[in-house]
């Protein structure tokens, strides 16, 4: 049967999935609580998960379920882990909240940039008007009278000389990148991709701890369900729905085959954690090691808020800076040629 459905944001994604945990904590059997759920959500959701009730209830599994929503596909890995190690309630409350936190620094970005993006906007129409209307007249009145341009005169004709130059080369680095991602980076494996995504500054470096919290908490469960790690590594292939963990637990899954160890294997991949294989091989000499993924995957997890709000905040005050500076020298490159012709008369 095909769904007929709108598409879910990421927060209602996430929103579901939370309160769908929550219940199943409370003892309710799946289907109830989606039931329950249904009834505080508007018609068009009401019909839809009364069609994921339908397909649960034919047979079909909670993760397809989700897939035929629409859902994320990070999400729809929470559940699918979920069915294989039992902790359900347990996997939907940490998926969701994964989800909620990623959405809320995208919403905090945007928020960030939609003030001064407005201020870059009118900063620029002023900055044309001055450079092409009012600078000219001062200059070619300065000339006639053989006074020297003042600093900021001085910084806004370098702006305007070295501005097109700027974007030229800012436009020369996209055409690259573009060929680069055609060419190139689409051809190579995911594993490869990946690894070339976390040498990205700043960036590269809030993927390598999602990637390090997401292996690490669904091998936690997954382990604490009583599944060895090369079971778990076996799941992790059959998940196709996101080729780089299956691509991930198909290599490490080889790797162990041929006798390597766990921590000497993780150790060889660039967007895992470098204190990665430490923990391995220090939860599989206590006989801990579900306890020791579940707790490092909560410390990747805070490194992560706390790098994001980190990113964040410097991006506002460089942004300010700039735009201050322009339009203090805008305003002094036509204020002071005023008060030096005031000296003159």
Same mark, same amino acid.
């Given at each position: 049967?095909?769904?007929?459905?709108?598409?879910?944001?990421?927060?209602?994604?996430?929103?579901?999935?939370?309160?769908?945990?929550?219940?199943?904590?409370?003892?309710?059997?799946?289907?109830?609580?989606?039931?329950?759920?249904?009834?505080?959500?508007?018609?068009?959701?009401?019909?839809?998960?009364?069609?994921?009730?339908?397909?649960?209830?034919?047979?079909? %599994?909670?993760?397809?379920?989700?897939?035929?929503? !629409?859902?994320?596909?990070? *999400?729809?890995?929470?559940? &699918? +882990?979920?069915? $294989?190690?039992?902790?359900?309630?347990?996997?939907?409350?940490e998926g969701s909240s994964l989800a909620l936190v990623k959405e809320n620094d995208r919403k905090k970005l945007l928020k960030i940039l939609q003030y001064p993006s407005l201020?870059?906007?009118?900063?620029?129409?002023?900055?044309?008007?001055?450079?092409?209307?009012?600078?000219?007249?001062?200059?070619?009145?300065?000339?006639?009278?053989?006074?020297?341009?003042?600093?900021?005169?001085?910084?806004?004709?370098?702006?305007?000389?070295?501005?097109?130059?700027?974007?030229?080369?800012?436009?020369?680095?996209?055409?690259?990148?573009?060929?680069?991602?055609?060419?190139?980076?689409?051809?190579?494996?995911?594993?490869?991709?990946? %690894?070339?995504?976390?040498?990205?500054?700043?960036? !590269?470096?809030?993927?390598? *701890?999602?990637?390090?919290? &997401? +292996?690490?908490? $669904?091998?936690?469960?997954?382990?604490?369900?009583?599944?060895?790690?090369?079971?778990?590594?076996?799941?992790?292939?059959?998940?196709?729905?996101?080729?780089?963990?299956?691509?991930?637990?198909?290599?490490?899954?080889?790797?162990?085959?041929?006798?390597?160890?766990?921590?000497?294997i993780l150790a060889c991949f660039p967007f895992f954690e470098k204190e990665f294989p430490m923990i391995i091989k220090h939860g599989q000499e206590n006989g801990k090691l579900?306890?020791?993924?579940?707790?490092?995957?909560?410390?990747?997890?805070?490194?992560?808020?706390?790098?994001?709000?980190?990113?964040?905040?410097?991006?506002?005050?460089?942004?300010?800076?700039?735009?201050?500076?322009?339009?203090? %020298?805008?305003?002094?490159?036509?204020?002071?040629?005023?008060?030096?012709?005031?000296?003159?008369?």
């Amino acid at each position: 049967m095909i769904m007929k459905h709108h598409k879910w944001s990421i927060n209602e994604q996430a929103i579901l999935l939370k309160r769908i945990g929550e219940l199943l904590a409370r003892g309710y059997p799946i289907a109830e609580a989606i039931e329950s759920i249904s009834l505080h959500l508007p018609k068009n959701r009401k019909e839809e998960l009364y069609q994921c009730l339908v397909e649960l209830r034919n047979g079909t %599994s909670f993760h397809d379920v989700l897939n035929k929503l !629409g859902f994320h596909k990070d *999400l729809i890995g929470y559940v &699918y +882990f979920a069915e $294989q190690h039992g902790s359900f309630s347990e996997a939907l409350l940490e998926g969701s909240s994964l989800a909620l936190v990623k959405e809320n620094d995208r919403k905090k970005l945007l928020k960030i940039l939609q003030y001064p993006s407005l201020l870059i906007f009118i900063t620029g129409f002023l900055f044309v008007f001055v450079q092409k209307s009012l600078l000219p007249k001062f200059t070619s009145l300065f000339n006639s009278m053989s006074l020297e341009e003042n600093f900021f005169m001085k910084v806004l004709y370098s702006f305007d000389e070295y501005f097109p130059i700027f974007m030229a080369i800012f436009l020369a680095l996209l055409a690259s990148g573009a060929i680069y991602y055609v060419f190139w980076f689409r051809k190579i494996t995911i594993l490869q991709q990946r %690894s070339q995504l976390v040498k990205i500054p700043i960036a !590269g470096r809030i993927l390598k *701890l999602l990637f390090t919290h &997401y +292996f690490s908490v $669904q091998l936690s469960f997954l382990l604490a369900g009583g599944i060895s790690v090369l079971e778990a590594l076996q799941l992790f292939e059959k998940n196709y729905r996101q080729p780089f963990y299956c691509q991930l637990g198909r290599e490490i899954k080889q790797k162990l085959l041929t006798g390597e160890n766990l921590e000497s294997i993780l150790a060889c991949f660039p967007f895992f954690e470098k204190e990665f294989p430490m923990i391995i091989k220090h939860g599989q000499e206590n006989g801990k090691l579900e306890q020791e993924l579940l707790f490092f995957s909560q410390h990747c997890m805070l490194n992560m808020e706390e790098r994001i709000e980190k990113s964040l905040k410097m991006i506002q005050p460089v942004l300010y800076l700039f735009i201050g500076f322009l339009v203090v %020298s805008m305003y002094l490159a036509i204020l002071l040629p005023m008060f030096n012709l005031l000296d003159g008369i």
